[in-house]
């Protein structure tokens, strides 16, 4: 039982590069959802989806575009990347308790 | 505003001490608040989970403490290990359509041997 996986661990992209961060989760859970952790600020909800084939914004979602993929996978990509997008990302996935990924480490120069 | 606010930003500690964070709370309606902790370069991790009727609740060497009335709750640390070492981050879910979570800064703790 890996919990929340996400690839990559770290990413490097150049201003206008575009990319696809992947998370699964094999708890079996409805509810998925992408943050982005910045210094000295609370994880802010970009995307989330409530169950498979549903998919709302969140409190920051320009600049990104997300798939519920199926029930285990929810993808977040970035169609142009841009400076302000240089975070920590992470995915997590909720019945009652939320369990968080890894995160992706993702600086664009 | 919903917002959740945390003091101290950060705290130092020697190992074998106790410690208690703080975090207060405007976020309406009250569903449940959270807390967890990060290691650095890591998920967070959930530590509590308390609704409206939970005013204290335990996990091994930490205990939360919720005042629903003054929108104030505690996490309280006994015999602190190096290993807790980490962001501890208050966590506030409101009970309305939709998903209304907000996430506090944190605070960080420093154990030193």
């Known amino acids: 039982n890996a919990g929340v996986t996400q690839t990559p661990k ?13 998370c699964a989760q094999d708890m079996n859970h409805n509810s998925m959802y992408w943050y982005r952790q910045d210094p000295g600020m609370g994880l802010r909800l970009i995307y989330y989806s409530a169950s498979e084939g549903t998919t ?3 409190e920051v979602p320009n600049g990104y575009n997300v798939s519920r993929l199926n029930k285990r996978e929810f993808s977040l990509r970035l169609e142009s990347a841009a400076p302000s997008q240089t975070s920590v990302y992470f995915c997590a996935s909720n019945a009652y308790e939320q369990y968080f990924g890894p995160g992706t480490r993702l600086t664009v120069t | 505003k919903n917002q959740v606010e945390q003091s101290p930003q950060s705290l130092i500690i ?34 509590t989970i308390m609704t409206f009727s939970e005013n204290t609740k335990s996990n091994g060497r930490y205990t939360a403490t919720l005042d629903a009335d003054t929108k104030q ?8 290990q190096l290993s807790d070492s980490a962001s501890y ?4 879910s409101a009970g309305t359509g939709g998903f209304k979570t907000i996430f506090g800064a944190g605070t960080r703790l420093f154990v030193k041997a």
């Open chain 1, 10 to 22: 770290f990413q490097v992209l150049k201003t206008g590069q575009s990319m696809t961060l992947q």
């Open chain 2, 14 to 47: 020697l190992e074998g001490k106790n410690c208690t964070l703080q975090c207060n709370y405007t976020v309406s309606p009250f569903s449940n608040l959270r807390w967890y902790k990060q290691d650095t370069g890591r998920g967070p991790v959930s530590l």
């Open chain 2, 73 to 80: 709750s505690s996490l309280h640390i006994t015999a602190s």
């Open chain 1, 56 to 58: 709302d914004k969140g």
């Open chain 2, 89 to 92: 981050i208050c966590v506030v």
